[in-house]
């Protein structure tokens, strides 16, 4: 490739970089001379410069406390240039049945899958059969970077003609896929949650800073989420083709829908999965272990799925009621109605992709009255909607004496309905 064609390509990964993160503290001072510093970039990946030592940490408390460690801008830059080029090859190694950072293969993708894997195995609930469900421990805080450097060149050598056909410098992806993995954050990180949380909330072997160089991904990088997917897809694989189990695997969790009469030999698979784990640096929580009949349901990526029907559980349904009773209590509710449409909408978005009708109409039932003022009850999308004079357009418009217009819908407009509107 030439100069001007990589700069061209930066330019693109720039823009999906800071896609959703525009206004984050290291993407507005990247902005701010955002030419000169991908020309930078550039050069320091030409002359093999390049280091990804600025990283930061912060501990999430949703759907329970856990790491998230982020790099800078630069990593986040090369973490998207090497997945643009290496996921159309990734999705053809990686197996259907493991679902993870995959377009249209998210958490619903393989609660379906199970549900489709439950009545094949059962012959429409018609022979006995069971699930038996494994949880990794430590998925990530435990991953070996060497192996996981392996897992992407391995890619890279199998496809290195398609990639070079493309003008990509495969030595090169080689050398900034090592970089992007041996980056050690944990060596060189600024802490944005006050360092206590960690001893309040965050078990040491369940956090990348306690661990030795060479251990731990990174809970939050573009990379090591793509790259997580490769790192037990063999497993997985070996599962479903050579043992002829109907196995599915959502990042940690790993579930095997068996009939009856394969209960035993499915069982004695365990203990060798358990194996091949341990030479990747990881293995099977033994105190997650789920073995029942399909009757009893499983409790799966926060639904309970039973025969027939599927229900969001007990836990995810309590954090909304509480959720909707902390914004009951917001005084001035018009200046925050965008941001309580959104929550209660995420809410009723899962619940009406379950057989959770009943459920949903008790939780619209405890908004506060106050509420409605600005909002109705969308029956048809079953869902939130904001009145139209309270919209954010029109709340700026008279808070601000503004005139500011509707968007248009070009797509109604963008083509003539016949030839002679054209002239």
Request: charge should be positive; glycine fraction near 4%.
């Amino acid at each position: 490739m030439t100069e001007e064609t990589i700069f061209d390509r930066l330019c693109t990964l720039n823009f999906q970089t800071r896609k959703n993160k525009r206004y984050g503290r290291d993407a507005m001072a990247f902005e701010a001379n955002w030419p000169a510093l991908l020309v930078r970039y550039m050069d320091d990946v030409e002359n093999k410069s390049l280091r990804l030592c600025h990283n930061y940490t912060f501990l999430s408390s949703l759907p329970c406390w856990r790491e998230i460690m982020a790099t800078d801008y630069a990593g986040r830059l090369t973490d998207h240039d090497i997945c643009d080029v290496l996921m159309p090859y990734i999705e053809m190694e990686l197996s259907s049945r493991t679902y993870n950072n995959r377009k249209g293969m998210g958490s619903m993708a393989a609660i379906n899958q199970v549900m489709e894997d439950i009545y094949d195995v059962s012959r429409g609930y018609t022979v006995p059969a069971r699930v038996i469900k494994n949880d990794i421990s430590g998925f990530f805080p435990n991953a070996l970077w060497n192996y996981a450097e392996q897992c992407l060149v391995g890619i890279i050598d199998k496809y290195s003609n398609e990639l070079t056909m493309q003008g990509i410098d495969v030595d090169g992806l080689r050398w900034k896929v090592m970089i992007a993995v041996h980056a050690n954050p944990a060596a060189h990180c600024e802490r944005r949650t006050p360092a206590y949380f960690w001893q309040l909330y965050i078990k040491p072997e369940k956090s990348i800073l306690s661990k030795p160089e060479g251990v731990g991904a990174a809970i939050g990088r573009l990379l090591w989420q793509t790259c997580m997917g490769l790192y037990i897809n063999d497993d997985i694989k070996w599962l479903n083709e050579e043992c002829g189990i109907h196995t599915v695997c959502f990042v940690d969790d790993i579930v095997m829908v068996v009939p009856e009469t394969m209960h035993g030999y499915a069982l004695s698979l365990i203990p060798v999965l358990r194996e091949r784990f341990v030479e990747k640096g990881i293995k099977l929580n033994g105190r997650k272990f789920y073995d029942q009949p399909i009757e009893h349901g499983l409790e799966f990526l926060g639904s309970h799925i039973r025969p027939n029907r599927i229900h969001l559980n007990n836990d995810c349904y309590g954090r909304a009621i509480e959720r909707i009773k902390e914004l009951n209590k917001i005084k001035n509710k018009e200046r925050y109605v965008d941001n309580f449409v959104a929550s209660v909408n995420s809410y009723t978005g899962m619940l009406k992709n379950r057989t959770d009708y009943r459920r949903m109409m008790s939780l619209v039932k405890i908004i506060d009255a106050e509420w409605w003022r600005y909002v109705c009850w969308n029956a048809s999308r079953q869902c939130v909607a904001v009145y139209e004079k309270y919209k954010e357009a029109e709340r700026l418009n008279r808070k601000y004496k503004l005139n500011i217009k509707k968007k248009k819908n070009y797509e109604k407009s963008k083509f003539p309905k016949n030839r002679d509107q054209e002239h």
